[in-house]
């Protein structure tokens, strides 16, 4: 997990409320990546960004939104529009857009909405 | 949407035995990764082999890649008890940049 920040660790909202989970990374990479993981269903991608400034919907954007203010922070906001918010949400990195780069992961924020 | 599927979800072995985990994809691939798991923590990147390698070693660990036939194996040799994790196979799809990953083989090695 090193170099990657995830806060807080576990977050519990009330439904209707929205909530913003942090990543932070001092591993000078610039991709990063979102994804939730649900139980038996492996992870899916929310939202990615190669710069900053720029971002690009994955495969489960709907209910949430994300900026890239800066390189090492992409914030992600889970929205009350999103139907299913309780899971648990990692950020990633990579070096860089090429082929063949690894991800490197944080060590997860586990969302709870009652 | 998920390319990777790990066989079988789940496996159970003693410690020093060696277990075996498989990947199927559907469509051609630039490189296959495979990450591991530790129970409520990030993922851990394990090895990268690319769809010219036909097989790749990791210490105890062993990948092999068969785009013939859309797979990869994960073979982890004299397992421990702190191998107990899932394991998770990430496709490369040619012309992304973005793995796409499986559901994972929760594997539980007994002491």
């Known amino acids: 997990d090193g170099g990657i920040t995830q806060s807080p660790k576990y977050l519990f909202r009330k439904e209707g409320q929205n909530v913003t989970l942090s990543c932070e990374q001092n591993l000078n990479h610039d991709a990063m990546y979102w994804y939730r993981q649900d139980p038996g269903q492996g992870l899916r991608l929310i939202y990615y960004?190669?710069?900053?400034?720029?971002?690009q919907k994955g495969d489960i954007a709907e209910g949430y939104s994300v900026s890239r203010e800066k390189k090492e922070s992409f914030p992600l906001t889970v929205t009350s529009a999103q139907k299913n918010p309780t899971a648990f949400y990692l950020c990633?990195?990579?070096?860089?857009?090429?082929?063949?780069?690894?991800?490197?992961f944080g060590p997860g924020t586990r969302l709870t909405v009652t | 949407s998920q390319q990777g599927e790990e066989d079988p979800q789940a496996l159970s072995i003693q410690e020093g035995e060696n277990a075996t985990m498989n990947c199927s994809y559907k469509t051609s691939i630039n490189n296959l990764q495979w990450y591991r798991q530790n129970s409520g923590r990030g993922l851990v990147h394990l090895i990268l082999i690319r769809s010219n390698e036909r097989e790749k070693h990791s210490g105890r660990l062993r990948v092999t890649l068969d785009t013939s036939k859309k797979s990869s194996s994960l073979l982890i040799t004299a397992s421990r008890a702190a191998d107990t994790a899932s394991y998770f196979c990430a496709t490369g799809p040619g012309g992304s940049y973005i793995p796409t990953f499986g559901r994972g083989t929760s594997l539980i090695v007994h002491p």
């Open positions: 960004s190669q710069i900053v400034n720029d971002f």
């Open positions: 990633a990195t990579s070096g860089s857009g090429g082929l063949f780069y690894e991800q490197y």
